[in-house]
């Protein structure tokens, strides 16, 4: 009977799911190592970042507080420095000279970032940085018209200047995750994958 009769051989090299397994057609098996070699670099390149973005990012950070610290030690250097010398003048009632509050204010910021940079005294470091940052929003509402063009959106220069610090804090609060010995993985294992 015609519904009787069994595929040809024909039939057979038409149908994927008919290939035995184990034997699969060159363009499928060129597609999964294509796969099996992104996962393999993917792993690598995930594991990496894990194991040295925590460092990288205290260093930079550190860095950052470094040079911006440096730079208010010379007068003229910094391109913050009248606005933080005000700033300080204000919030101080005018006790403190704003040359003074300055110099203070340049140690402190090389404190944060030479403790960063070594990754000495994580807990203290952190602590001047969380301490300074409120500090360092202030000239927005002291100084709305330095730090807007139009508000509350447009921002001048200075005004970036000092939004971008949403950012450093960020950052400061991932390097302070870690001062118990937490870490970043590559990837999920055990039960934590299956949740």
């Known amino acids: 009977?015609?519904?009787?009769?069994?595929?040809?051989?024909?039939?057979?090299?038409?149908?994927?799911?008919?290939?035995?397994?184990?034997?699969?057609?060159?363009?499928?098996?060129?597609?999964?190592?294509?796969?099996?070699?992104?996962?393999?670099?993917?792993?690598?390149?995930?594991?990496?970042?894990?194991?040295?973005?925590?460092?990288l990012l205290r260093v930079s950070l550190?860095?950052?507080?470094?040079?911006?610290?440096a730079l208010k030690f010379f007068p003229g250097a910094s391109p913050a420095e009248r606005l933080a010398g005000d700033t300080i003048e204000v919030m101080t009632l005018g006790l403190l000279d704003p040359r003074l509050a300055l110099t203070i204010l340049a140690a402190w910021e090389c404190l944060i970032g030479l403790g960063l940079v070594t990754g000495r005294f994580l807990r203290a470091?952190?602590?001047?940085?969380?301490?300074?940052?409120?500090?360092?929003?202030m000239p927005l509402f002291f100084f709305p018209e330095l730090t807007f063009q139009r508000i509350?959106?447009?921002?001048?220069?200075?005004?970036?200047?000092?939004v971008k610090n949403v950012v450093l804090v960020s950052?400061?609060?991932?390097?302070?995750?870690?001062?118990?010995?937490?870490?970043?993985?590559?990837?999920?294992?055990g039960a934590a994958a299956g949740s």
């Open 1 to 55: 009977m015609e519904g009787d009769r069994s595929p040809g051989p024909e039939a057979e090299d038409d149908d994927p799911s008919a290939a035995a397994p184990g034997a699969l057609r060159p363009p499928l098996r060129a597609a999964l190592a294509r796969n099996e070699q992104f996962d393999r670099m993917d792993r690598f390149l995930t594991g990496w970042m894990a194991e040295w973005g925590i460092p």
């Open 62 to 69: 550190g860095v950052t507080f470094l040079w911006f610290g």
């Open 125 to 137: 470091t952190l602590f001047l940085l969380f301490v300074q940052m409120p500090g360092t929003v």
């Open 152 to 162: 509350p959106f447009v921002l001048t220069i200075e005004g970036q200047y000092i």
């Open 171 to 189: 950052a400061a609060f991932v390097v302070g995750a870690t001062v118990r010995g937490g870490r970043l993985v590559g990837e999920r294992t």
